[in-house]
Nanobody, 115 residues
Framework: VQLVESGGGLVQPGGSLRLSCAAS????????MSWYRQAPGKERELVAT????????NYADSVKGRFTISRDNVKKTAYLQMNSLKPEDTARYYC?????????WGQGTQVTVSS
């Protein structure tokens, strides 16, 4: 199992980024996909989750209305569209895939929001 994140970078406040998580997983559609983030000196926190069927999503209060999680089960890829970015969104963003007892992580992609 391999998860590879991409799409991070440096963006000004108010800008947008789209993160991608390409998964090398058999039966990707069975996995619940999530994005987490971890800022320096802080614990890793859940940002957004999308159910295996892709219908149900949940978001941290801090990103509701600004971030959108989605998935393409044919491409075996999960996405995180981030709009209206704020400096406090600066963190390393990690993709997570969960199915029954299986819990997989990517290496993360850095997002820095700064003027």
């Amino acid at each position: 199992v391999q998860l590879v994140e991409s799409g991070g970078g440096l963006v000004q406040p108010g800008g947008s980024l789209r993160l991608s998580c390409a998964a090398s997983i058999f039966a990707f559609s069975r996995y619940r996909m999530s994005w987490y983030r971890q800022a320096p000196g802080k614990e890793r926190e859940l940002v957004a989750t999308i159910a295996s069927a892709g219908g149900t999503t949940n978001y941290a209060d801090s990103v509701k209305g600004r971030f959108t999680i989605s998935r393409d089960n044919v491409k075996k890829t999960a996405y995180l569209q981030m709009n209206s970015l704020k400096p406090e969104d600066t963190a390393r963003y990690y993709c997570n895939a969960q199915y029954n007892f299986l819990n997989e992580w990517g290496q993360g992609t850095q997002v820095t929001v700064s003027s």
